[in-house]
């Protein structure tokens, strides 16, 4: 739902007329002041998919380049170990990854960038830093980290006039372990414009691009569009202190889209969601370190990220093994949201797992009905009450197995709405009452438009002990708050406590939940 070249900030990425914003003013980067005719990193650094002992580096250059990652345990960088990464140029649209391993747990790393002259390695630019903290192998060190998703969504961008996107100032100065983008981090089918007048008669900015002035079909224009937000310096500096754990949704290509589908929409020349999907999860490889969007680790963006003792996160790909959006009445579904074999996986891998908590990254809700035109369902309920059909078929699948396994501490998170809420899921309220009850949290949009609250589907028996959304369709941010989730991991007690934030950091709900148990 939720509604290039190879230069750095040239002619083709910040068109004429339209309003820029400065580089980052980190203390721990001068791209600015990168020396002439060497290698820059205007882009910032990204970190990906931590766990006790390794890490991802992301960089992009401004040209040809070697990547080598050095890391150390002071700011000092004395006695720093290096990483010899790739050289790397226009075929990944001059972005690079390079793996750290053997790291120490539960420590806080200093790294840097350098990008060299491939043909002559001692002209180098200037080194890029930032930091990040390994998991703890230990169950006594607490744990925070933070979760939203939907980014320059309907329209609504970088704006200057606001600060840009200082949500993520927010919850940079929170000092998460890490984050969690639930999906959605760009709109390639929504065009950034110039301004929009809003219904109070105020003016919205925006920074706009060359390629985010259309929607984007070819690669260069997925990989504009991805590019687009790191031009902005709060991004660029929760990056480079805050790692992530990315999945993607509907809107790194298309809204709604599933795969087979053929588009209805004026806008595009290319109409194959298939074409448009591959090249957008190919410019989605490039600007996110994701260790299974490697080539050598089979392309999947699901996957389980362990953080340690107390913590797994099970990320899910809801779009790419998907069927087609229908009236979801199906009585027999094995293909569902999932696709039979994701399910297979993530049966498995939560079986397997010895983490106090068990966090299913959820791309789409699973009680709130979310409507794809007239008669189809976009995500898994299709608002029928009673027995399972469609893809809750899947749905009731997995959550038997959770209970029949006796898998503890499960919690989903999710986002994909425009709205944040809290729903608890009880089989004494259900017609499916084969399952134990648990948690399901939402929070977004980070930068995008706000929508009204969705109506609840009663197969799982869903309560709403809290919501807060907009009265009517696309607010904008400056209308409507945008929000984050927080989740904090007790290492004494295991307790975990979630609690929905808006942008400013006010908490707006709270919840705590008891380790070791099968249902909350």
Known sequence: MAQGSGGGFGRRSLLQGSVALALPA???AAPAQARSGRP???????????TTSSGLVWV????????????????????????????????TDFTGLTSLHGLPSGEQIHYRVLLADPDDPRRTGEPVSGTFRTAPTGRRADLRFHWSGDLAGQGWGINPDRGGYRIYEDMR???PDFFLCSGDNIYADSPIPERVTLPDGRVWRNVTTEEKSKVAETLAEFRGAFRYNLLDD????????????????DHEVHNNWYPGQLLDDERYTVKDTDVLSARSLRAFSEYFPIRTLRPDRGGRVYRVVHHGPLLDVFVLDMRRYRNANSPGRQTDDPQGILGAEQLRWLK????????????????????????????????????DPGAPLGRELQMAELLRHIKHDRITGTVWLTTDVHYTSAQHYAPERAAFKDFEPFWEFVSGPLNAGGFQALKLDGTFGPAQPFIKAPDRANTSPAESPQYFGEVD??????????????EGGQVLFSKVLQPGRVGQ
Do not use: H, Y
Not at 234 to 249: E, G, K, M, S
Not at 348 to 360: G, T, Y
Not at 362 to 380: Q, R
Not at 489 to 502: A, C, H, K, N, W
């Open 234 to 249: 709060n991004l660029r500096r929760f990056n480079a202190q805050v790692p992530t754990i990315t999945q993607w949704d």
């Open 26 to 28: 980190l203390s721990c």
């Open 60 to 91: 992009r250059s401004d040209r040809p380049a070697r990547m080598v990652v050095q890391t150390a345990a002071t700011e000092s960088f004395r006695g720093a170990r290096s990483w010899r990464g790739p050289v790397i140029g226009p075929d």
């Open 348 to 383: 498995r891998e939560l079986s397997r797992s010895e983490a106090v908590w068990k966090v299913i990254a959820s791309d789409m809700p699973l009680g709130l009905v979310v409507p794809d035109g007239k008669t189809d369902f976009e995500a898994v309920a299709q608002g």
């Open 173 to 175: 100065r929170r000092n």
């Open 489 to 502: 991991i007790d290492g004494g007690s295991g307790e975990l406590t979630v609690r929905l934030r808006q």
């Open 40 to 50: 820059s990193a205007d882009w910032g650094v990204q970190v990906g998919d931590v």
